[in-house]
Structure formats: C-alpha cells, structure tokens
C-alpha cells in the first residue's frame, strides 16, 4: 500500500518573496537557496553511463529503434514503467528535439507556483488541485522531465485520489533522478552529473534534502554548486551543462533559477 508522506518545507514567502527582497535590496547574486532539510528517497546510481551524443542521436532517430523518441515519449507521457536504457535516451535525447529551449521562460512555471503559493497543503481544495494540475501540464510541456514538476504531479494526483497516476509520475521521477546520477557521480569537474536543465540538477540535490548555495560556472561547460554543508566529506557536486547553451540565444542574459522550494512537498515516499 502506497503511503503519500508530505515533509514540511519553508514557506513561500520566506524562501521566495524573502530572498527577492533581500536580493532588490542588498543587489546580491549569492543569495543561498533555500531548501528542505528533510531527508528524500533519491535512487543510488547504478552504474555510470557518460551520454553519448552520436549514440543517442542514431537510437533515437531511427523508426526500427527501441529508441525511437517519438514512441519513448508516447510511453513516457502515457504514465508506462520505463528502464534506465529507455529513461536516459529519453532524457537525454530531448535536447536533440525542436521543443528543446532551456533558456526561455517557462510560463507555465510561473503558473504553478502562483496556486503553489495559496494551496493548503494537507487540504487542498478540488478547484486548485484542478488548477495545479493543468498548470504543471503546461510547465511540462517545455520541461517534461523537470523532477520538480513531477514530484508536483504525484502529490496532485495523489490528493485527487488518482492512486495510478500518482505512482506513474513518482516513478517517473525517480527515472530521472536515477538517469542524471548515473551519468556521472559529480565529484570532479572530470566526472560531472550531466543536464538539460540547470534546474534539474538542483533537484537533484535538493530530493535528497541537502541545502545547497549558488552554483559557480567554472570552465564552458560545468558548472560547481556547493552544498552548505559538506556531506560525507563532499562538499558539492559537479554538473554538465553544455546541452543548455546548443542553441543560445544572442544577447541572452544568464539568469539563475530557483528550483524545489515553492511549496510544501519533498519527493515522494511510498511504502
């Protein structure tokens, strides 16, 4: 039996408003992020699988491949239990497809965290499950494997009673919590976690219930973010970002995202 467990996290308006403000006033870009101290299931790697580019490419591109991306994304949207092969073509062979643009804006973000920011947690009403349902459909529509989202989503269908799909979009989270951490065990700036989203790798740290500070850009393509306190004697972890910046747009302005503290959920626990 699945049993839906919801860990108090800091409030809206201490981790977001709070840390505007801070930020308009003193005009700092180090602001900590803020982030649950809870401790989350976060599968162990299982092995390390480095992404090959080439290789996702062809698997993903070829109609006769168990990789055919149209078909993995079929299955993914429809709720089916996938393998580690199929998450990490999936994962990473959407920076290979046309909807891929990480540097724009995700309205439909801003949509959930704006329900996120009135929802009574531990009872939330039907009209803003509802909401938050439809506004995570369309944040995901841009960023379809943000863990983030889909922890989001296991919590709204799980409030709505929709037991299957609550277990389907915690799966899937885990799918892709496990396929970053088995493409590197980001304790070198030589052995990076890789990204298709700077967010996702501050999820990543954050669904294991480490608090976290800014993220240090240190050569093209990596990017070092430091934990407030170091765990097992590391003190960070490392991620590849070079996805992200395929296509930059000209004149874009780095921005840093805040991830995974606008409510009050941490991944889900099933027992």
């Known amino acids: 039996m699945m049993k839906r467990v919801i860990v108090a996290m800091l409030s809206v308006a201490l981790s977001m408003q709070a840390a505007s403000?801070?930020?308009?006033?003193?005009?700092q870009n180090n602001v900590q992020e803020?982030?649950?101290?809870a401790q989350a299931p976060v599968p162990e790697p299982s092995q390390t699988r480095v992404p090959d580019n080439e290789d996702i490419l062809k698997k993903i591109t070829e109609a006769t491949s168990p990789y055919f991306y149209p078909n993995l994304m079929m299955r993914y949207k429809n709720g089916e239990q996938l393998t580690d092969d199929e998450y990490h073509y999936l994962y990473y062979g959407f920076a290979f497809q046309l909807q891929y643009k990480p540097l724009e804006n995700n309205k439909g973000m801003d949509r959930v965290q704006n329900v996120m920011s009135r929802l009574a947690i531990d009872e939330p009403s039907v009209t803003d499950i509802d909401e938050l349902i439809a506004a995570c459909t369309e944040a995901m529509e841009q960023d379809p494997f943000s863990p983030q989202l889909l922890n989001i989503m296991a919590y709204a269908y799980g409030a709505s009673g929709d037991k299957k799909r609550e277990k389907a979009y915690y799966d899937h989270m885990n799918g892709i919590l496990?396929?970053?951490g088995n493409s590197g065990n980001g304790l070198k700036e030589k052995t990076p976690m890789h990204i298709i989203m700077f967010s996702h790798g501050l999820d990543y740290i954050a669904a294991k219930g480490w608090n976290y500070l800014k993220g240090r850009i240190i050569s093209r393509t990596v990017e070092f973010v430091p934990f407030t306190v170091p765990h097992n004697k590391v003190k960070g972890y490392y991620f590849d970002y070079s996805r992200i910046y395929w296509n930059k747009p000209e004149n874009y302005t780095f921005k840093r995202e805040r991830t995974w503290q606008i409510n009050n959920l941490k991944p889900r626990e099933y027992k």
């Open 21 to 27: 403000a801070q930020e308009q006033t003193q005009g």
């Open 34 to 37: 803020q982030q649950t101290t």
């Open 178 to 180: 496990r396929c970053i």
